[in-house]
């Protein structure tokens, strides 16, 4: 993406990761296997490793297993009874360890046919929901789906920039988007999500850090009210 250009009214508010590790095409790449009918059967998987295996077949995807160790998560735990605190556990544990992808069945070699998708959700929209209720969130974070606790989604410094110059008139911008969307994570109410807007001699910008999903909120948001 050429960062010297502008958002366009009328179409998508134009945005991009500050992510040393995560270059604009790989989060597009990303995004778009996310947005694409889930392939995941409905009733096939029921635990957390299962779904991150399956996952696995279709984009590069980690278990933030420490984060799960400190509050006492298990990656085999049942997701469809929500059986969320185990301490009985005695594997160690690492901070971040990747799901084994079979070679011939990587994600970037996967075929681009339509897949079976028997509830009608989109990959991302399947993975919400089976997570809904866990206490564990989904982050897309040194180009690859990290499946972590919602505790610790709020502790990673997931930046992004918006180039916002069609909303220049909109001074009540940040307010809005602070006090609708995940208004309990922004620094203003006791969070750790900011939000800041600036200009240069070009662009209006708005840096927002801030979870994955909180940060797709604001960009539909954004998309929406420059329509």
Known sequence: ??????????????????DPLMSVEQERQLLETL???????????????????????????????RS??????????????????DNTSKEPVSNEQSVDQPASNQWWAAASEPTSNDHGLSLLGDLVQRLDGSDLEIVLYHSRVV????????????VRMYEISPLKGLDSL?????????????????????????STDQNDWLIVSAPTM?????QAFLNRINQ
Not at 48 to 61: F, K, M
Not at 74 to 81: A, T, V
Not at 185 to 197: H, K, N, P, S, V
Request: aromatic letters at 4%; proline letters at 6%.
């Open 147 to 158: 499946i972590t606790t919602i505790e610790a989604a709020e502790e990673l410094n997931i």
């Open 214 to 218: 909180t940060q797709l909120k604001v």
């Open 68 to 85: 799960l160790d400190e509050y006492g998560m298990r990656i085999d735990m049942d997701l469809s009874k929500n059986l969320l605190l």
């Open 35 to 65: 947005s694409k009918p889930s392939p995941l059967k409905a009733n096939a998987i029921t635990t957390l490793n299962s779904l991150a295996q399956a996952l696995s077949e279709h984009c590069p995807v980690v278990i933030d297993r």
């Open 1 to 18: 993406m050429d960062h010297s250009k502008q958002s366009e009214r009328g179409k998508p508010i134009l945005s991009f990761p500050c």
């Open 174 to 198: 940040v307010d809005t988007i602070t006090q609708t969307f995940d208004p309990d994570r922004w620094e203003i109410l006791g969070g750790q999500a900011m939000m800041r807007r600036i």
